[in-house]
């Protein structure tokens, strides 16, 4: 009897996936009593409990789920969605401030740039003039090529043309143009930016660059930079002219005085070369020809019809005057006389503006009129342009300058 009640509490307290109903058997619903097993009966219900396990040994193997694993299971996805979503919001508000920060303000100068750190001189900028109405006309512009024409036939002792040659600047006898276009140059000129050096142009920037000048102007532009001597004043100008040019002190003086400076003026510097020329001074007629050439080109000045004393130091040796770096002389000129037509007070513009105009003729296509001699195809590339007559304003060409796309530029 204790056998068979500790079977039956033993078989009760098994869980529930072991309770296996066997044939014959019944619930506990349909029991109506409970009969004692006989041996062989409990023989039998032994063995077949065997089989069940045996049976059941893969289920009871397959791991127990813990139920606080399953809770933490069931939390991690909520975790992350959390997390995510704070995030989202910090995401979101970073984005906020830096739009805020970034978004675009009312410019200081309208029609101008929003930030002033490159083009720190803006406000003096004659752009802002042009965008409020307040027009200047166009600059005062010069051209001294059909001054140099006076020099290109003249034959020339061997003397004379071998300091020619050597100096490197031959080619600027028949570069400059007859003819400027100052409306032309006065819309590139207000463009100008000294903080880039460039033209700010719908698509982009340009420059003229000493590839430009080497290529125009077919003059060197390595070698070493020309320093003049500390102040040069009048005095100095008038020993200069004694020494390197050959002239007499009174003459000297009286050219001195009569430009009010330390200065001499091209028809003196002609003068003087034909006067040298016949006394058969070489040296002295040699330098009065270069300083007068260079002066009408790539170191003119506005008043065009001057050229500092400090330049005839650039010829004090003859010998060695190819040393200079030409190009680049040309080009610091150009672009200290191009800062200075962007005040609104200027009214004349300096500096080599042949090679200004022929850079403006290579590069834009349809911004002017003007010929080309295809047939000339040697250095320098100035030789093919020709300047025409025009009669479009300054205006005129501030909207060509806005309408440009890249694919009007070669």
């Known amino acids: ?70 809770a933490e299971q069931d939390e991690q996805p909520q975790q992350d969605h959390v997390f995510d979503d704070e995030h989202d919001q910090q995401q979101q508000q970073f984005d906020d401030e830096h739009d805020q920060q970034h978004q675009p303000e009312e410019p200081m100068f309208p029609g101008g740039p929003y930030d002033l750190s490159v083009l720190k001189d803006y406000e003096h900028h004659i752009a802002i003039n042009v965008w409020n109405g307040q027009d200047r006309r166009a600059l005062k512009v010069v051209s001294n090529g059909k001054k140099q024409d006076k020099f290109i036939d003249i034959r020339y002792p061997a003397q004379i043309n071998h300091w020619i040659n050597i100096s490197g600047l031959r080619p600027l006898r028949r570069c400059s143009l007859h003819m400027i276009d100052g409306n032309m140059i006065s819309a590139f000129a207000e463009r100008w930016h000294t903080e880039t050096s460039s033209f700010p142009l719908p698509f982009g920037e340009m420059t003229i660059t000493l590839d430009d000048v080497r290529g125009l102007l077919s003059i060197s532009c390595t070698g070493e930079f020309f320093t003049p001597p500390a102040n040069v004043n009048e005095d100095l100008a008038i020993v200069a002219a004694i020494e390197l040019l050959g002239v007499a002190y009174d003459e ?51 008043s065009f019809t001057l050229v500092s004393a400090k330049y005839l130091f650039l010829f004090q040796d003859l010998d060695s005057c190819g040393k200079w770096a030409w190009g680049l002389a040309a080009l610091v000129v150009l672009y200290d006389y191009l800062r200075d037509s962007t ?57 060509k300058l806005d309408a440009l796309r890249d694919t009007d530029i070669i």
């Open 1 to 70: 009897m204790a056998v068979f009640l500790k079977f039956c509490l033993g078989f009760m307290e098994l869980p529930a996936a072991h309770l296996v109903r066997t044939r014959g058997g019944k619930t506990d619903g349909d029991h109506s009593r409970v009969r004692p097993p006989t041996q062989s009966n409990k023989r039998a219900a032994v063995e077949k409990g065997e089989r069940n396990e045996e049976r059941q040994a893969p289920q009871d193997e397959q791991p127990q789920q813990n139920p606080m694993f399953d």
């Open 252 to 302: 000297a003086v009286t050219e001195i005085r009569t430009n009010r400076g330390a200065s001499y003026s091209f028809e003196w510097l002609k003068e003087v070369f034909f006067k040298k020329l016949h006394e058969r001074r070489y040296d002295c007629a040699a330098r009065a020809y270069l300083l007068d050439l260079v002066g009408c080109t790539i170191l003119a000045d506005k």
């Open 343 to 399: 005040l609104p007070a200027t009214k004349q513009i300096g500096g080599y503006l042949s090679l200004f105009q022929t850079w403006i003729y290579e590069y834009f296509l349809d911004i002017c009129k003007r010929d080309m001699d295809e047939h000339i195809s040697l250095m320098p590339q100035m030789f093919r342009w020709t300047a025409k007559q025009t009669s479009e304003n300054v205006a005129y060409y501030r909207a």
